[in-house]
């Protein structure tokens, strides 16, 4: 274990499950968490119950929607702004929707949260994350992403939208995201590395907009694992010494694991790449 004492971290959807679990743990440790999360009083809330249960008066909210790339760019205006470092920041907030929605940015939800959110967010921050190296970058992904595909043609889902696949879809998005980031900076001393949480009892599908999607989580309560065991791969390649240079993989239950074999194929990695640069308006 690195010491984390003095280190900053930032974990979006902080506020609850996995991502709430992550930030109590790293607070633990010393480390300044900074929750981003997009409901002040939610994350009020969970900010005070840390600070309560570590003792981290350091523990910092900070706005952040993902479904708003203008709130994206706020939030990293005002981090940097604040703090003059940054070691670890994880990505971990995800939504799944049940019916076809449209942000203000006229982008389809689950891939605006789950994936285009994260991208802008690390972007923006690539240049403190490089200032502040040895740092570290962790995506939180999903095994569903097996049941994911990537069409170019229609990455909003105008022509035909189901809320599990889209959501799949952004999943196998961030993973094939995240090994191409790692080898983009390869030689910076900034990490990359994706989650796969497994199956945890939280909140996700709770604003999904279906009935069926709450109802089937609820059911499945006794075979999800707790959140805090949730969190403990994110927790682990946030501070461990073990994967100090590790880069490019996925993890789950804190070892490394394979991703659908699609995944590593540069070519798409590469193509997606640019589509994302593309549609966020980002200049290469
Ligand atoms: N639970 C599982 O079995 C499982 C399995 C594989 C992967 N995952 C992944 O694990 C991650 C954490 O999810 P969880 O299971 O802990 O679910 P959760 O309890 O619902 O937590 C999701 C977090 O994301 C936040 N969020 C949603 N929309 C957002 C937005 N527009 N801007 C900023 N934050 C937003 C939520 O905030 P609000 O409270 O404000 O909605 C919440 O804090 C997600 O990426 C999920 O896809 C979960």
Redesign the pocket.
């Given at each position: 274990m690195s010491d984390m004492k003095g280190k900053i971290c930032i974990v979006?959807?902080?506020?609850?499950?996995?991502?709430?679990e992550t930030a109590l743990a790293l607070a633990n440790m010393g480390t300044t968490v900074v929750l981003?999360?997009?409901?002040r009083e939610?994350?009020e809330k969970v900010r005070v119950e840390i600070i309560n249960e570590t003792g981290n008066h350091a523990t910092d909210l900070m706005i952040?929607?993902?479904?708003?790339m203008d709130?994206v760019r706020q939030f990293t205006k005002e981090f940097m702004g604040k703090y003059d470092k940054l070691d670890v920041l994880i990505?971990?907030?995800?939504?799944?929707f049940n019916k076809r929605q449209v942000t203000t940015d006229g982008f389809e939800?689950t891939i605006?949260?789950?994936y285009l959110?994260h991208f802008l967010l690390t972007h923006e921050l690539l240049t403190i994350l490089k200032s502040s190296a040895p740092s570290r970058v962790i995506n939180?992904?999903?095994?569903?992403h097996k049941t994911g595909n990537i069409d170019f043609d229609d990455l909003q889902s105008e022509r035909s939208y189901r809320g599990m696949k889209v959501?799949a879809n952004s999943?196998l998005m961030i993973t094939m995201y995240t090994y191409e980031l790692a080898r983009r900076l390869e030689g910076t001393e900034i990490t990359v590395n994706v989650?796969?949480?497994?199956?945890?009892?939280?909140?996700?599908?709770?604003?999904s907009g279906s009935r069926l999607y709450s109802l089937m989580?609820r059911l499945m309560r006794p075979i999800?694992m707790k959140?805090k065991k949730?969190a403990e791969t994110s927790v682990y390649l946030a501070s461990s010494d073990e994967v100090k240079s590790v880069t490019g993989k996925c993890f789950s239950k804190q070892q490394q694991t394979k991703t659908a074999q699609i995944t590593y194929n540069q070519e798409i990695q590469n193509r997606l790449w640019y589509a994302t640069m593309e549609l966020l308006g980002l200049n290469s």
């Open positions: 979006t959807g902080s506020n609850s499950g996995i991502g709430k981003a999360v997009r409901n939610r994350g952040c929607d993902l479904s708003s709130s990505n971990n907030a995800g939504a799944i939800r605006a949260v789950n959110g939180v992904s999903s095994g569903m959501y999943k989650v796969e949480p497994g199956f945890v009892a939280t909140n996700l599908g709770r604003n989580y999800q959140a949730g």
